[in-house]
């Protein structure tokens, strides 16, 4: 006993769990007062905590939960439903001044929300009064330990306890009014407005009535978007038609700022129906706006279902062509100078299309970002050597220009892949004089130097061999 007590006067973890374990013997309420004032000392937060006293924060949050855990037991149920609820809330409030970016505190947080639910189905509580708990915990902590309540807790609940859970819910829904307001309005993000809307669509989906999990979705047609999750709801449950309307009035009510994925939505829902003029309108719109690879890789994927790509790529490529020009084009009120037309997509489309030729000449037009630069170089190693050394030549100085180890360490990569191409088509003496350069050019910076010195000592004993 002497040796354990003077251990634990040295760990703080041991002397809590003792002094649980002691309180526990004197009876429930020296345990409840013993707990709270436990869950109290470790989650009292005065000043922010940040990343690495977070860890601290949550080992001591672990040990109390530990100790939690042992409560879980038919004579000891009841308690720790109420200490966890405690427990929960002190966390999360205390979260709002955590930088938890490690996941620790959020974790353990997890684990006592899991022991509330077993200690419910352990200790099965009046049905009504916990789920005006449950409904208090939902709605009113920051961090969402008692999302979809209803949901998770409807077998402990029963009957009895859904219902008034409803009623709680249907009292404060009636004071959330409907937004329709068109683009443009900019409507802030509302957290209470957010949860109750969510416990709303919780219960509709319980109950299974498709029309009341409608009538709470209109209550929000402020982005294109709610249209896509009514239109779901019905393709959901076979609707196909109720779900194509509501489809077409989120397109009709949001001609510009259009969420894609409602036109994706559509777009498929216009395949099924062989009205393929307008799924490839719809594809078009987004590759208009958003000029990009992945829209270009869906433009292929819809017209060549129909059978329409070749001529489809022609006009998307003349796009792609135009946005570069008008790029170049624009005046930047900082340097008036003209600018170098930058084909980064054109390549990148190229690469994707493995049409190394297209990608080779297109690189060469102008600017192209170097990861797809070394990407090209890459992928042309194994049939056309000398292009790709041509290619890692080009980028390797501006690489070594960034001037930090990171970019020298990228940049000696490339080095000894250029080593390796050369030696392998018997131009070891040009690479010599190639590093010899290099060494000229860049003598400055110290410590590239000593990572090319190694390159070349490396180049000299393999040529001797």
């Known amino acids: 006993i002497d040796l354990l007590m003077d251990v634990a006067q040295r760990d703080d973890r041991l002397y809590q769990s003792l002094l649980l374990k002691a309180e526990r013997t004197g009876g429930a309420g020296n345990a409840t007062m013993a707990f709270r004032r436990a869950i109290e000392s470790v989650t009292d937060v005065d000043e922010y905590v940040d990343w690495r006293a977070a860890a601290t924060f949550a080992a001591n949050l672990d040990q109390v939960a530990e100790s939690l855990a042992e409560l879980l037991k038919p004579g000891t149920a009841a308690m720790l439903v109420e200490l966890a609820e405690y427990a929960i809330e002190r966390v999360e409030h205390a979260l709002e001044n955590i930088d938890d970016s490690g996941g620790n505190v959020s974790e353990t947080l997890q684990r006592v929300a899991e022991l509330h639910f077993k200690a419910c189905k352990l200790a099965r509580p009046d049905p009504k009064e916990l789920a005006e708990r449950l409904f208090r915990c939902e709605t009113s902590f920051p961090f969402d330990s008692f999302h979809e309540s209803a949901r998770i807790y409807r077998g ?3 009957d009895a306890g859904l219902q008034r859970f409803r009623e709680l819910a249907e009292a404060e829904w009636r004071k959330i009014k409907p937004i329709a307001s068109q683009p443009g309005d900019g409507k802030s993000y509302d957290g209470s407005r957010w949860r109750i809307t969510h416990i709303m669509e919780t219960l509709a989906e319980l109950s299974g009535d498709i029309e009341q999990l409608v009538a709470i979705k209109q209550h929000d047609l402020s982005s294109s978007y709610s249209y896509l999750a009514i239109a779901e709801v019905f393709d ?11 489809a077409e009035r989120g397109l009709k009510a949001f001609p510009t700022r259009m969420d894609d994925r409602l036109r994706d939505f559509l777009i498929a829902a216009y395949l099924k129906r062989k009205r393929n003029d307008e799924a490839l309108n719809l594809t078009w719109l987004q590759f208009e706006e958003r000029t990009g690879l992945e829209h270009y890789k869906k ?21 792609v062509a135009k946005v570069i020009a008008r790029g170049a084009a624009t005046i930047d009120p900082w340097n008036r100078q003209e600018r170098t037309p930058d084909h980064s997509l054109r390549v990148e489309i190229a690469l994707w299309e493995k049409d190394l030729d297209a990608a080779w000449q297109t690189a060469h037009e102008g600017f192209c970002h170097r990861d797809l630069l070394i990407a090209l170089a890459g992928k042309l190693e194994a049939t056309r050597p000398a292009d790709a050394i041509s290619i890692y030549r080009r980028v390797v100085p501006p690489i ?52 090319l010195d190694e390159v070349a000592r490396a180049h000299v004993a393999g040529s001797k061999r």
């Open 400 to 451: 070594v220009g960034q001037a930090h180890n990171t970019a020298y360490a990228d940049a000696i990569k490339l080095i000894r892949k250029m080593g390796n191409l050369m030696t392998n088509i018997d131009q070891s003496r040009e690479f010599g004089d190639y590093l010899a350069a290099l060494h000229a050019q860049f003598k400055p910076k110290r410590n590239f130097i000593k990572l």
């Open 156 to 158: 402990v609940l029963g």
């Open 236 to 246: 959901k449950a076979g609707k196909k038609d109720k779900a194509l309307e509501w």
């Open 299 to 319: 433009l292929q994927r819809i017209a060549q279902r129909l059978g329409l790509w070749t001529e489809q790529r022609e006009r998307a490529l003349a796009l």
